[in-house]
């Protein structure tokens, strides 16, 4: 099958005066059934959360505060808030996962915690490592609880996602288990290829791609599979499932990607070319660096340059200078190739889907969630 | 039975002359088979040793290396180096552990390495989270690598402790794994109340005492279960085992407590008066604090004083300071009552193998390691 793609269909009509705009446009083109995929979503968050809230209750003080806040149930204060605790695809996912194999999606439930529980971990630590002061709309649990409490916390999810797991003392619980655990391995990985890659001046698109498999790809895979491990599914199902999660993740990291750099501040919650200012070496940059041409010449220059400045010095460039750069990565095709990435992927996720036999419902939401990955704005 | 306690006979002269002497005095009462413990310590490292290099390896770039640096397997320079990695205790426990239920050592193997593992990934986190700048006699990973390597290294060591059980793929790894996972979260309950103590002017006996059995009562248990889990013991086997290891984690932290007041620099590795110049609650203090008498309260008065100190202005004390703190947590009775704590402990301890059936020179390895523990000067 084919989908018109209404990131091919915004890219397409790039251009450079598109600063604060959509990256991706969503048009009478788009097949995406939003309320089909909101409604999912919706399940996924209104199932996992009692389930996520009673683990997140295990934690000794005040660890169990400190892990309320970064989900946003609580604000600095640790009055009860509203936060937004995030799009919640992967307990979505872990929910289908479980009735691809036939299950109820309570079956899949353990899975959806614990691969939320991992996911948690990561940004825990991930926003501590990076210096990351902000995240969905609030500050990061170092900034307001200091960088013990993040990684201690971070530790305690990570267990508690495996304890989770375990407890249901079953077979299929302890290969779910083993999935989380190499899937937790590979987040690990990235986030060491991401860190190296910063202090390096070239990395190809290969080396781009293998390290957001990783970081991306790996968790979403498990997520896609763990309910239907846990509902009995052998492991070429399970492999199958895996494989559509992985290209989502790729997908789904794309997406982030351009959001990293075109992306509106107030849907993303981050700063106008948050990835710039961080000096990521994300796929639209490393595509441009990567093509021919004169605006390529002129971008890998220019970081040349921005390489020998201070954090500080760097952060303190004139909006101009970013939009600058931003122009050459979208000359050099970075932004284009991208987009058309995010789409190979998208496509490739939904092959995978083809070779697992799974009620027609069930495939047709999978379907829909790829589509929604690569169409939203934040 | 009752074992001549070493500790009992050097504290029993308790002088407040004795700073910089050993803690404990191995003196021909002892009944500790130095030769048998030495063995049995180092058939752990010999067997344990290769795997855990082997599981380390799969470790992404840079990884490998800082937990090579970690391990004391290679110095700051990358060059191959002969590192003290430690006593070694758990990797000997659970091969025991595998013997005392019938199975071979090696049975317990991957419990050995994954009970390292974790132990260590505990160590690279406390270390930061701590502010220790030595360990082993050598800079520690935060200090040499950074603090991003300390997290990240950790959290792999964790992962793949899960990894190496897990992939044995049975159902005794399973329960293996579900043990370990408690442990682990016990482990960071108990970091979190050490941290969380460091900010109260009280604490407990009884607090201190809780702490301490999490932080490393529990994975000795489960150091000590874990390979008789993996040999196909029952629970109420493992158990009594976890029982045995929980009593002698708290009588090891015990003459750890000791040691890291008036133990020897030289032997510890760790400067003189370690925990005083950290503030640290450990049992000595509490038990002193919580006694009658002048010694008692001058000791509470110093410390009401020393807590509005700034963390430079205290250490920057003179040595005299501390010898003064330490001789009014003598005078109060914290020495005393810590020793005999330790061997209340120890004598719990070997009364839970009463409850095992087990050959019987598994039984007499079990107890020379647990005399080992508590006349240790390091």
């Given at each position: 099958m084919t989908i018109d793609s209404p990131i091919e269909a915004a890219s397409s009509t790039a251009?450079?005066?598109?600063?604060?705009?959509?990256?991706t446009t969503a048009n009478?083109?788009?097949?995406?059934d939003n309320a089909s995929v909101k409604a999912l979503l919706e399940r996924g968050r209104t199932l996992a959360t009692p389930v996520l809230r009673a683990a997140v209750d295990r934690l000794a003080k005040p660890m169990d505060t400190v892990a309320a806040y970064h989900f946003g149930w609580i604000d600095a204060a640790g009055r009860p808030s509203e936060g937004d605790?995030?799009?919640a695809v992967r307990p979505a996912l872990a929910l289908l996962s479980a009735e691809a194999a036939g299950a109820s999606p309570e079956t899949g439930l353990p899975g959806a915690v614990a691969v939320e529980l991992v996911h948690n971990f990561s940004l825990l630590h991930d926003d501590l490592m990076d210096g990351d002061e902000q995240r969905r709309h609030r500050d990061t649990v170092w900034k307001v609880h200091g960088p013990a409490q993040a990684i201690l916390v971070g530790d305690a999810l990570f267990a508690l996602a495996n304890e989770i797991l375990l407890e249901l003392g079953t077979a299929e619980a302890g290969r779910a288990t083993r999935r989380l655990t190499t899937a937790t391995r590979k987040l690990i990985d990235g986030q060491a290829q991401d860190i190296s890659y910063e202090h390096r001046e070239r990395v190809t698109v290969e080396e781009c791609l293998e390290m957001e498999g990783n970081k991306t790809g790996a968790l979403l895979a498990c997520a896609v599979s763990i309910g239907a491990v846990l509902g009995g599914a052998d492991d070429r199902t399970a492999d199958a499932l895996e494989s559509y999660g992985y290209h989502l993740g790729l997908a789904f990291q794309a997406v982030d990607d351009l959001l990293g750099i075109w992306g509106d501040p107030d849907a993303?919650?981050?700063?106008?070319?948050s990835d710039l200012r961080q000096r990521k070496k994300s796929l639209p940059v490393v595509a441009a660096l990567a093509a021919e041409g004169p605006a390529s010449r002129r971008l890998a220059e220019l970081m040349t340059a921005d390489a020998k400045k201070s954090q500080a010095e760097f952060e303190d460039f004139d909006e101009a200078e970013f939009a600058a750069r931003a122009a050459l990565i979208e000359q050099a095709g970075g932004r284009e190739w991208t987009s058309q990435e995010a789409q190979r992927q998208h496509t490739t996720a939904i092959a995978a889907l083809d070779t697992v036999d799974m009620p027609g419902h069930v495939r047709d939401q999978l379907v829909a969630l790829a589509d929604f990955v690569v169409v939203r704005q934040r």
């Open positions: 251009s450079t005066e598109r600063e604060g705009e959509p990256v009478e083109r788009t097949v995406v605790g995030g799009k993303t919650g981050k700063q106008t070319w």
